[in-house]
């Protein structure tokens, strides 16, 4: 029995694959906030 290769959708799931991947990479770059001194903030605004 002959095995067809279904190209088209060969091609949307590697481009899933590498999209998905891609939004991880893009995520894993956000830096984290970091602690934020809440009175110097209020310092600042008063002035």
Excluded: H
Excluded at 4 to 27: C, F, H, M, P, S
């Amino acid at each position: 029995m002959a095995v067809t290769q279904l190209k088209r959708k060969a091609k949307r799931n590697q481009a899933v694959a590498k999209n998905r991947i891609a939004e991880i990479k893009r995520l894993s770059l956000k830096v984290d906030v970091q602690r934020v001194d809440v009175e110097a903030l209020k310092a600042e605004f008063a002035k």
